[in-house]
């Protein structure tokens, strides 16, 4: 792919569909303090309108809060918020929320500047719907960079879509006929899909909690505890 770079001594305005390499994109985003997300996938940028309170607000510290249960309970975690992911040199998002594995165990790292430096093991975005590029172009993206688990909240929808690697592939994980969906990269990582659509925070936590009590997630603790 060209990118497009410039030799001007001022920083020009980062602007929607550029097309430029993860430096210039990365010179041209710190020249903008004001300017709240702004992605590069595939080489081009991407800056997403701002969002809405039912819509994506709120559903995004909902499921804030049920990885940090999670995290704050499971050794060895470490999650944020609207952190800039470098994938490789032409994909760098800026995912809703992610949960990373620390150390030797985990795919990532926090580079000295603070920026995540390859693929979180869990990733979580909030879309409007299935024609969002969450499913699209970040799905690709994400799936060839090798994150692991992919959720995505598809608020207009009313659906969750939890993708796991298998084979270099995502494929889509099944609820249970509890309602729960279950992660296969964090045992006791579970997610009461009915608990999120009604924005239930209490039976959110409670499943979670439910899913910490099983002998997967004792395993999983002591692995990483060690």
């Given amino acids: 792919m060209a990118h497009l770079m410039t030799t001007s001594p001022?920083?020009?305005?980062?602007?929607?569909?550029?097309?430029?390499?993860?430096?210039?994109?990365?010179?041209?985003?710190?020249?903008?303090p004001d300017q709240k997300k702004a992605e590069l996938l595939e080489g081009v940028v991407y800056m997403p309108s701002p969002v809405r309170y039912q819509q994506h607000g709120n559903p995004h510290l909902l499921l804030g809060y049920w990885l940090v249960t999670y995290a704050?309970?499971?050794?060895?975690?470490?999650?944020?918020?609207?952190?800039t992911v470098?994938?490789?040199?032409?994909?760098?998002?800026?995912?809703?929320?992610?949960?990373?594995?620390?150390?030797?165990?985990?795919?990532?790292?926090v580079d000295a500047d603070g920026y995540v430096a390859g693929p979180p093991e869990l990733v979580v975005e909030i879309a409007a719907?299935?024609?969002?590029?969450?499913?699209?172009?970040?799905?690709?993206?994400?799936?060839?960079?090798?994150?692991?688990?992919?959720?995505?909240?598809?608020?207009e929808d009313a659906a969750i879509d939890w993708?796991?690697?298998?084979?270099?592939a995502f494929e889509r994980i099944v609820p249970g006929a509890d309602g729960m969906l279950?992660?296969?990269?964090?045992?006791?990582?579970?997610?009461?899909?009915?608990?999120?659509?009604?924005?239930d925070s209490a039976a959110v936590r409670a499943g979670v909690l439910r899913g910490m009590?099983?002998?997967?997630?004792?395993?999983?603790?002591?692995?990483?505890?060690?």
């Fill in 129 to 155: 719907s299935s024609v969002s590029y969450d499913l699209h172009q970040k799905w690709n993206v994400y799936r060839r960079a090798g994150v692991r688990e992919y959720v995505v909240l598809r608020t």
């Fill in 10 to 32: 001022h920083t020009p305005v980062l602007r929607a569909g550029d097309t430029l390499s993860r430096d210039e994109f990365e010179r041209r985003y710190s020249a903008m």
């Fill in 213 to 226: 009590q099983t002998a997967e997630h004792a395993a999983f603790c002591a692995e990483h505890r060690a």
């Fill in 86 to 109: 470098r994938l490789d040199l032409d994909n760098e998002p800026q995912p809703d929320l992610q949960l990373r594995i620390e150390g030797p165990h985990g795919a990532s790292r």
């Fill in 72 to 83: 704050e309970s499971t050794p060895g975690l470490s999650y944020a918020t609207d952190a």
């Fill in 182 to 199: 279950r992660s296969e990269v964090f045992p006791g990582l579970w997610l009461d899909v009915a608990a999120v659509l009604r924005r």
């Fill in 163 to 168: 993708f796991v690697q298998r084979g270099g």
